[in-house]
């Protein structure tokens, strides 16, 4: 498998006024930086997002962790239609405004994370409001204790009205209020213009996507990883410079 090779050929398979496409942002579209704040966008991925957006007429949305606005950020001057915070956050096309859910972990569950880290040196949090993110060294890390400690977190925190879960992803743990994911998001785009009646495509690095993946191949699309194959997807490409070459190619 080459740097612009997938699994599954892609470019020559795929028509952009037919496809509706969703990409994850870190270790998809940008290479993995030690922190979030490091990663790197060169001025040629925002050319070729801008390229793709056109050539799919629109249908072309970032499907995040991150916040939308740090997403903004990222991309200047460029806006895309987005899912931010796994789903918890909603712009439609580029000139709507954000709609985020409801909740809050609060500001208790903030201060008490923050103490129970600090058993964890080099270890950090970031407070998206209806998430916390806590990233970890690697190595260095006793991963399966802060999994074990942040697993006890999330039954202290729960509530009766307030379920929450704790997903596991590539050096992060997602602790979420419970009632939103990204393939949530992707139905809901799905479901509207211009992304109604296209095939949509999934493209993300992370077994936390499951349920973006399996969203879109209930809705017959395409699912692809990226830096090594997960079960019962459509492909995988090898990393993100695969997916730049593809997105470049796409957009021409």
């Not at 892609?10 to 930086?33: M, R, Y």
């Not at 899912?83 to 909603?90: C, D, L, N, P, Y």
């Not at 699309?221 to 796409?250: I, T």
Request: proline share 7%.
């Amino acid at each position: 498998m080459t740097a612009s090779q997938p699994t599954h050929r892609i470019p020559e398979q795929l028509d952009p006024k037919t496809i509706g496409l969703f990409l994850d942002v870190d270790g998809t579209l940008l290479d993995i930086a030690p922190c979030p704040e490091m990663v790197e966008v060169g001025n040629g991925l925002i050319d070729d997002l801008a390229s793709a957006q056109e050539a799919l007429g629109g249908a072309l949305a970032l499907i995040s962790g991150r916040p939308i606005v740090e997403l903004d950020r990222l991309f200047a001057p460029l806006r895309l239609a987005a899912s931010g915070v796994h789903g918890a956050e909603t712009r439609h096309r580029p000139d709507c405004d954000v709609i985020s859910v409801g909740g809050s972990l609060g500001v208790d569950a903030w201060s008490d994370l923050c103490d129970l880290l600090r058993q964890f040196p080099g270890s950090y949090a970031e407070n998206k409001r209806v998430s916390f993110a806590v990233h970890y060294p690697v190595p260095g890390t006793d991963i399966r204790h802060l999994e074990q400690a942040l697993a006890g977190f999330r039954e202290r925190l729960a509530k009766p009205d307030a379920s929450l879960r704790l997903l596991a992803g590539r050096g992060v743990f997602e602790l979420q209020l419970d009632g939103f994911d990204k393939g949530r998001a992707i139905e809901r785009f799905m479901a509207a213009a211009p992304f109604r009646g296209r095939r949509p495509i999934f493209v993300a690095d992370d077994e936390i996507d499951r349920p973006a993946f399996d969203a879109t191949l209930a809705l017959g699309g395409l699912a692809f990883s990226v830096g090594g194959e997960l079960p019962a997807l459509s492909g995988a490409f090898e990393g993100p410079a695969a997916v730049r070459a593809w997105l470049h190619e796409l957009g021409r």
